[in-house]
């Protein structure tokens, strides 16, 4: 299942990063890909974790954005 969120304060390489760093940890994370130009993260996850996982970009500077 593929998820996309538009998530603020992606700047760099090293945003991204940490962005991929910090959702592979959730074992339920396939695969992240981030768009630094749009601010567009995209998970490939084995369920809707929709929620899971912009709570986890929060808690790592790159809130969804409204």
């Known amino acids: ?3 996309e ?3 603020r304060n992606i700047k760099c390489g090293g945003c991204a ?3 991929s760093t910090g959702l592979m940890a959730d074992p339920r ?5 981030v768009d630094i130009a749009s601010g567009r993260v ?3 996850a084995d369920a809707d ?8 970009l929060a808690e790592l500077g790159y ?3 409204a």
Do not use: H
């Not at 994370?29 to 890909?33: F, L, S, W």
């Not at 974790?49 to 986890?56: F, T, V, W």
């Open 1 to 3: 299942m593929q998820i």
């Open 5 to 7: 969120i538009d998530a």
């Open 17 to 19: 990063s940490a962005i």
């Open 29 to 33: 994370v396939e695969a992240v890909n």
């Open 42 to 44: 995209t998970v490939e």
């Open 49 to 56: 974790i929709r929620a899971d996982l912009e709570q986890k």
């Open 63 to 65: 809130p969804p954005k």
